[in-house]
């Protein structure tokens, strides 16, 4: 290393002690890994004693992971690091002061999508939390998505001002976005490909040093801190227009009596050299932090960027237009429902509806901005009752969540398969005919998880997305 940051870095000496701030989906598992690896010495998690999420502080110092639903390795990985003392979770925001390196993975969520405005609030407050302290020779490492330049811009600016210190000088800053999903956090992070960028090469090469401990066949890639921000937005906003691609299709699929999973395996048998037809599956919606709000992130940081665009005009960015398609598929939901009711002679207003599944992905506890939210919502606003079964989510705001499947589908008019849940592959139309009582009851799935011709020949009324071949059976 050279230069001043260089001397700085190197009379600091290698990272030993790291903090991680924000004890979420993505930082619980980071900071685990950290503490694992031999390289370094102690890893502080930092969360604020709230009241909405102050419980994690004790089970974490237990050396039980506050995530539920299935995270193969974590909960015997963080007694391992508690149990030898490397791993401490606190809300003392001073102790960063003692520390070589810093990460944040904190939430960065749209408050207007029309308009492009980030909800920066909780990431400047750990920012700053993070300046505040902020020692010469430290690591600040930005993991949470952001806008293309935020970290050469907000980030630095304020670390600068709470801290007195000068980025690129006493202390090294850079981006190194998270890649996991849930269900499989650990291995995604020892794994996959780290992309690091830092606002200069010794920022990045440090930066570099912080993640090589915890790679297992992933490797690291470095580049500039804009061009990491826009790698991470992009990478989202690229799945989610593969999604909304083969959402489109399984609509039009719909409309052409077709089944688009059929459809679907003829493209993806086309395979050869130089050939490349990555087709997703369809469903009803997308959710989760990431997806629902990237594509955001990437257009506001080309239009605060000082280059200028050559795009065709009067013409809406595909990105976005990908959005609004995969935003739609609760509605299209509702719409499958509403047509199965008419059916059998049914309003939406005054049935029952059983909606199994509230996690946006199957066999976890994640329940951030789940499709099955704007889609109970169409229900109660159209005058029906509605009731919610998921196995794995423990409570969400002003929804109850219910364990016992069989009292959520009791007396139900129509189920609604909005999570692909193992346990719903298992569902037994006979058993499910009893317990809602029921000669035809509708049943919607948004997943693909069931058999329609065993539903059907037990006297369901079958919708399934993308199922045009079925949607319109005899009813029996």
């Known amino acids: 290393m ?11 000496g290698p990272i030993k002690k790291i903090g991680v701030l924000g004890m979420g989906y993505v930082g619980i598992p980071a900071a685990a890994l950290f503490a694992d690896s031999e390289k370094f010495d102690l890893v502080l998690g930092f969360q604020r004693d709230s009241p909405s999420s102050g419980y994690k502080i004790e089970m974490l110092n237990k050396g039980e992971s506050p995530l539920k639903g299935e995270e193969p390795g974590l909960e015997d990985l963080l007694r391992k690091v508690v149990d030898t003392k490397k791993f401490e979770c606190t809300p003392d925001f001073s102790r960063i002061s003692e520390l070589d390196a810093v990460t944040l993975a904190i939430q960065t969520p749209f408050k207007n999508p029309a308009d ?29 998505t952001i806008t293309p330049g935020t970290t050469d811009t907000l980030a630095r600016q304020i670390l600068e001002e709470e801290s007195g210190l000068k980025a690129g000088e006493d202390f090294a800053l850079a981006h190194a976005p998270e890649r996991v999903m849930v269900g499989r956090l650990l291995k995604n992070i020892q794994e996959h490909d780290r992309i690091v960028g830092g606002i200069d090469d010794t920022s990045t090469k440090r930066a570099v040093e912080l993640y090589s401990p915890v790679l297992t066949k992933g490797k690291i890639i470095p580049m500039t801190a804009t061009a990491a921000e826009v790698t991470k937005t992009a990478e989202n906003t690229f799945r989610d227009l593969q999604i909304a691609a083969i959402n489109q299709l399984a609509l039009y699929c719909e409309a052409m009596s077709i089944n688009v999973y059929d459809v679907r395996a003829g493209i993806d048998s086309l395979k050869g050299e130089g050939i490349t037809r990555a087709v997703l599956y369809p469903g009803a919606g997308v959710g989760g932090h990431c997806l629902t709000k990237d594509t955001y992130h990437l257009e506001r940081g080309v239009t605060t960027s000082s280059g200028e665009l050559d ?44 909606i199994l599944g509230w996690a946006f992905i199957n066999d976890s506890d994640d329940a951030r901005n789940p499709p099955s939210e704007p889609y109970r919502s169409l229900l109660i606003e159209n005058g029906a009752e509605v009731m919610v079964h998921d196995p794995h989510v423990l409570n969400y705001p002003e929804v109850e969540i219910m364990k016992d499947i069989d009292e959520v589908m009791e007396n139900a008019d129509v189920i609604a398969i909005l999570t692909g849940h193992s346990d719903y592959f298992k569902l037994d139309p006979s058993v499910l005919r009893s317990v809602t009582g029921k000669k035809n009851t509708v049943i919607v799935d948004g997943r693909n998880v069931l058999d329609p011709d065993a ?15 079925k949607n319109e059976h005899p009813i029996i």
């Open 311 to 354: 795009y065709p005009e009067n013409t809406d960015s595909i990105f976005v237009l990908a959005r609004k398609v995969n935003d739609f598929m609760p509605n299209h939901m509702y719409y499958l429902t509403q047509e199965a009711l008419k059916r059998i002679g049914k309003d939406v207003k005054g049935s029952k509806v059983a």
């Open 116 to 144: 492009l405005t980030p909800d920066f609030g909780a990431l400047i407050e750990g920012i700053r939390n993070v300046g505040k302290y902020l020692k010469k020779g430290m690591l600040v490492v930005l993991e949470s």
């Open 2 to 12: 050279t230069g001043k940051l260089g001397s700085v870095l190197e009379k600091k």
């Open 455 to 469: 539903f059907i020949d037990n006297g369901f009324v079958y919708k399934g997305i993308g199922r045009g071949d």
